[in-house]
């Protein structure tokens, strides 16, 4: 009941109280009774002479004027009922308490009821209004040289005395992922940048004299003059030309913690931490509480210890930038190591270019379980995978989950066959000729990376065996629909190249893929179907001079039917450093990337030859057309070929050298992550392959 009449108060009209320009609503009759009063008096001035009044006097004296004894006409044009009060509810005296004016409130109208009411709630008032202090402040306050205690939580604060002449581009996102309680502030300060031009003048000629004087007596200069000498120059060149502004900041951390000893070792780690970055800090002895002070919500810096940064500096070391990624669908990918915030991303959300990722690692540094982990959540939504593996490391998850698992190999019994005709693709017209010539075209590649090297007079004429091949099985350029139409094999390719003249050298390097050791592999119809929710590729038992070929054929296969019907699949191409090994498969790789968002595949591509991927003429554009860069643990030797690529910071590149094999960094958009792994237990047992 008492939170319903409270709502009365909110939901009351005060507006209808408010007439003619914001004055009360009494009786306009007495203006004109106060009118002919004043005229009137006017007559008698001599006897009873009145002091000038102003404007607002004129309006008060209308407003708070008191009747006459002898009138007997009712002021108030509202006249209320009270005896009317005693049968209506609480709500309803409320209500009709707060529609009176002011002119019409009366102390009679109100009810013992209503009396109460209004008693309890200004008592209400007056008790919350004097103890507001009580809950905001501290039960008690005890300040000590080395630290302070707050009501049983104590802290330690510290400011920043020095920088380095290099400082790490956004190097407090690193701070900002310390584990603790702790507050820190910035305090910016611009300086004239004329006064300061002066200053560094005089700078440089004491210390371009220090370097002379030594230079003169063959005496070894010392290293920090020179870089200070050549930072003080760079900056007044900068400053010259308007590229730097000049500012005086402020640097302080406060960390906080229940238990003294605990809040001890918190400031020994954080100090560890940041003179990481070569950043100079010490506590505040002896002033805690102007310290903590500076670090309060209150915008005030009670010691004002400066430093000099430029606009560079400052702008690297602004803290207040977000690295979060949370979106509001999708899966949970990792652990944000800087926010200890959850990573829930869409790949294939509109605000990417495209749904591709690549994954760059060293070995045994987890990345087949990181993308494992990621299949198996993605499989929660239905969404189709296909796997290209080379290792065998996803047959413990097909197992565990079900579906397809597709070895190939020369004595396995499961053909994908690379003369198939590939079906239309969806809302897309075709001449009669279209489908057959893009699949001679993706032939001649196969046989190229086959036989290693074709020249482009062997390649026109292979065109033309090619033809001849399908014209044997009545498929040409005029057939409209090949539906029904049985396709060639190697082996018939190989008959009409044996009929054909220059043809004896191709014709041997073939015919290992018809008659000889590799019979089974190219040369048999296929059966294999992409109609379960996960299918695993296996080329393990490969040769590696197979392994190449075998994966080119396998994602032209893949590539076929997933244009003939567009929907949500995710293809992971494991090892890709394989298909780098021949120009003709890396393009064709390429091609793939650049093209498959188009029919809504996403590409994973994972490599742990980094060197030789980046190195390689495709290598490279892959990364670029990827939205999303995955890079765990990588060796010293790698970092460079990387840093190429991405531009790395020093905070990075260290990152990736001595992170643990669950942490990792994630780039997507402009954004760099540092990211864990998170996985459950019954994750876990489903992923992890037995060795």
Same mark, same amino acid.
Not at 206 to 222: F, G, H, N, P
Not at 324 to 329: A, T, V, Y
Not at 440 to 451: A, D, Q, R, V
Not at 477 to 502: A, G, I, Q, R
């Given at each position: 009941m008492?939170d319903?009449?409270?709502?009365?108060?909110? &939901?009351?009209?005060?507006?209808?109280?408010?007439?003619?320009?914001?004055?009360?609503?009494?009786?306009?009759?007495?203006?004109?009774?106060?009118?002919?009063?004043?005229?009137?008096?006017?007559?008698?001035?001599?006897?009873?002479?009145? !002091?000038?009044?102003?404007?607002?006097d004129?309006?008060f004296?209308?407003?708070?004027?008191?009747?006459?004894?002898?009138?007997?006409?009712t /002021?108030?044009?509202?006249?209320?009922?009270?005896?009317?009060k005693?049968?209506?509810?609480?709500?309803?005296?409320?209500?009709?308490?707060?529609?009176?004016?002011?002119?019409?409130?009366?102390?009679?109208?109100?009810?013992?009821?209503?009396?109460?009411?209004?008693?309890?709630r200004?008592?209400?008032?007056?008790?919350?209004?004097? &103890?507001?202090?009580?809950?905001?402040a !501290?039960?008690?306050?005890?300040?000590?040289?080395?630290?302070f205690?707050?009501?049983?939580?104590?802290?330690?604060?510290?400011?920043?005395?020095?920088?380095?002449?290099?400082?790490?581009?956004?190097?407090?996102?690193d701070?900002?992922?310390?584990?603790?309680?702790?507050?820190?502030?910035?305090?910016?300060?611009?300086?004239?940048?004329?006064?300061?031009?002066?200053?560094?003048?005089?700078?440089a000629?004491?210390?371009?004299?220090?370097?002379?004087?030594?230079?003169?007596?063959?005496?070894?200069?010392?290293?920090?003059?020179?870089?200070e000498?050549? &930072?003080?120059?760079?900056?007044?060149?900068?400053?010259?030309?308007?590229?730097?502004?000049?500012?005086?900041t402020?640097?302080?951390?406060?960390?906080y913690?229940?238990?003294?000893?605990?809040?001890?070792?918190?400031?020994?780690?954080?100090?560890?931490?940041? /003179?990481?970055?070569?950043?100079?800090?010490?506590?505040?002895?002896?002033?805690?509480?102007?310290?903590?002070?500076?670090?309060? !919500?209150?915008?005030?810096?009670?010691?004002?210890?400066?430093?000099?940064?430029?606009?560079?500096?400052?702008?690297?070391?602004?803290?207040?930038?977000?690295?979060?990624?949370?979106?509001?669908?999708?899966?949970?990918?990792?652990?944000?190591?800087?926010?200890?915030?959850?990573?829930?991303?869409?790949?294939?959300?509109?605000?990417?270019?495209?749904?591709?990722?690549?994954?760059?690692?060293?070995?045994?540094?987890?990345?087949?379980?990181?993308?494992?982990?990621?299949?198996?959540?993605?499989l929660?939504?239905?969404?189709?995978?296909?796997?290209? &593996?080379?290792?065998?490391?996803?047959k413990?998850?097909?197992?565990?989950?079900? /579906?397809?698992?597709?070895?190939?190999?020369?004595?396995?019994?499961?053909?994908?066959? *690379?003369?198939?005709?590939? !079906?239309?693709?969806?809302?897309?017209?075709?001449?009669?000729?279209?489908?057959?010539?893009?699949?001679?075209?993706?032939?001649?590649?196969?046989?190229?990376?086959?036989?290693?090297?074709?020249?482009?007079?062997?390649e026109?004429l292979?065109?033309?065996?090619?033809?001849?091949?399908?014209a044997?099985?009545e498929?040409?350029?005029?057939?409209?629909?090949?539906?029904?139409?049985?396709?060639?094999?190697?082996?018939?390719?190989?008959?009409?190249?044996?009929?054909?003249? /220059?043809?004896?050298?191709?014709?041997?390097?073939l015919?290992?893929?018809?008659?000889?050791?590799?019979?089974?592999l190219?040369?048999?119809?296929?059966n294999?179907?992409?109609?379960?929710?996960?299918?695993?590729?296996?080329?393990?038992?490969?040769?590696?001079?197979l392994?190449? *070929?075998?994966?080119?054929?396998?994602l032209?296969?893949?590539?076929?039917?997933?244009?003939?019907?567009?929907?949500?699949?995710l293809?992971?191409?494991?090892?890709?450093?394989?298909m780098?090994?021949?120009?003709?498969?890396?393009?064709?790789?390429?091609?793939?990337?650049?093209?498959?968002?188009?029919?809504?595949?996403?590409?994973?591509?994972?490599?742990?030859?980094?060197?030789?991927?980046?190195?390689?003429?495709?290598?490279?554009?892959?990364?670029?057309?990827?939205?999303?860069?995955?890079?765990?643990?990588?060796?010293?030797?790698?970092?460079?070929?990387?840093?190429?690529?991405f531009?790395?910071?020093?905070?990075?590149?260290?990152?990736?050298?001595?992170?643990?094999?669950?942490?990792?960094?994630?780039?997507?958009?402009?954004?760099?992550?540092?990211?864990?792994?998170?996985?459950?237990?019954?994750?876990?047992d489903?992923?992890?392959?037995?060795?």
């Amino acid at each position: 009941m008492l939170d319903k009449v409270k709502n009365i108060i909110f &939901d009351t009209n005060y507006t209808s109280n408010i007439k003619w320009g914001g004055f009360p609503n009494f009786d306009r009759s007495i203006l004109n009774q106060q009118k002919s009063t004043t005229q009137s008096t006017t007559s008698v001035t001599n006897q009873n002479k009145q !002091p000038k009044k102003w404007f607002f006097d004129k309006i008060f004296d209308m407003i708070f004027a008191t009747p006459q004894s002898n009138d007997n006409k009712t /002021w108030w044009t509202i006249k209320q009922n009270t005896s009317t009060k005693s049968n209506q509810t609480l709500e309803q005296q409320i209500r009709e308490l707060i529609n009176l004016s002011d002119d019409q409130y009366d102390e009679k109208k109100l009810t013992q009821e209503l009396r109460r009411y209004i008693v309890d709630r200004e008592t209400e008032y007056l008790s919350s209004l004097n &103890d507001y202090k009580t809950h905001i402040a !501290p039960s008690f306050w005890e300040i000590k040289p080395a630290n302070f205690n707050l009501s049983w939580v104590f802290g330690k604060t510290y400011y920043a005395t020095n920088y380095p002449s290099y400082i790490d581009f956004l190097w407090t996102r690193d701070i900002l992922s310390f584990y603790g309680k702790w507050d820190m502030s910035w305090f910016i300060y611009p300086a004239d940048d004329s006064a300061i031009q002066s200053v560094l003048k005089r700078r440089a000629t004491q210390l371009k004299a220090e370097l002379s004087d030594a230079m003169s007596k063959w005496i070894t200069v010392d290293t920090e003059l020179e870089v200070e000498y050549r &930072d003080v120059s760079n900056i007044r060149e900068k400053l010259t030309t308007r590229e730097e502004r000049y500012f005086e900041t402020s640097y302080y951390v406060t960390l906080y913690n229940n238990e003294l000893e605990k809040n001890n070792e918190e400031a020994k780690k954080f100090e560890q931490k940041i /003179w990481w970055y070569w950043v100079r800090i010490k506590p505040a002895v002896q002033r805690m509480d102007e310290w903590l002070n500076s670090t309060l !919500p209150l915008a005030i810096d009670d010691l004002s210890v400066y430093r000099s940064m430029v606009t560079t500096s400052l702008a690297g070391s602004f803290p207040f930038i977000s690295n979060d990624m949370i979106e509001n669908s999708w899966i949970l990918y990792w652990v944000n190591l800087h926010s200890w915030s959850l990573v829930i991303f869409d790949r294939f959300s509109k605000k990417l270019p495209n749904a591709n990722s690549v994954v760059l690692a060293t070995s045994w540094a987890w990345k087949s379980f990181t993308v494992k982990l990621e299949i198996l959540r993605y499989l929660l939504l239905w969404i189709d995978i296909l796997v290209i &593996d080379p290792e065998n490391e996803y047959k413990w998850l097909i197992e565990k989950v079900g /579906w397809t698992y597709v070895n190939i190999a020369v004595n396995s019994n499961q053909y994908v066959n *690379p003369f198939d005709i590939p !079906p239309k693709i969806e809302d897309v017209e075709y001449g009669k000729w279209d489908l057959l010539r893009s699949q001679i075209m993706n032939l001649i590649s196969l046989i190229s990376t086959l036989i290693w090297w074709v020249s482009p007079q062997e390649e026109a004429l292979l065109d033309r065996a090619l033809q001849a091949t399908y014209a044997l099985k009545e498929i040409t350029f005029e057939l409209e629909d090949y539906e029904w139409k049985v396709p060639p094999k190697m082996e018939d390719l190989l008959v009409v190249l044996e009929w054909m003249d /220059w043809w004896d050298n191709i014709a041997i390097k073939l015919s290992k893929y018809v008659t000889w050791t590799f019979g089974k592999l190219f040369n048999n119809h296929t059966n294999v179907n992409l109609n379960s929710w996960l299918t695993v590729f296996s080329i393990r038992d490969l040769e590696d001079a197979l392994k190449t *070929p075998a994966m080119f054929n396998v994602l032209n296969f893949i590539w076929t039917k997933v244009r003939s019907q567009k929907k949500k699949r995710l293809l992971i191409v494991d090892e890709a450093w394989i298909m780098m090994q021949n120009d003709v498969s890396a393009s064709f790789l390429f091609g793939l990337i650049k093209r498959a968002r188009k029919y809504w595949l996403w590409i994973t591509t994972i490599t742990q030859d980094v060197e030789d991927f980046v190195k390689s003429n495709y290598g490279k554009p892959i990364v670029s057309n990827s939205s999303m860069q995955i890079l765990l643990k990588q060796s010293t030797s790698s970092i460079k070929s990387l840093d190429s690529i991405f531009w790395l910071s020093e905070a990075e590149k260290q990152k990736l050298v001595s992170s643990n094999i669950w942490e990792w960094l994630f780039f997507a958009w402009n954004q760099h992550v540092a990211v864990k792994i998170l996985a459950s237990p019954y994750e876990k047992d489903f992923i992890t392959t037995d060795v």
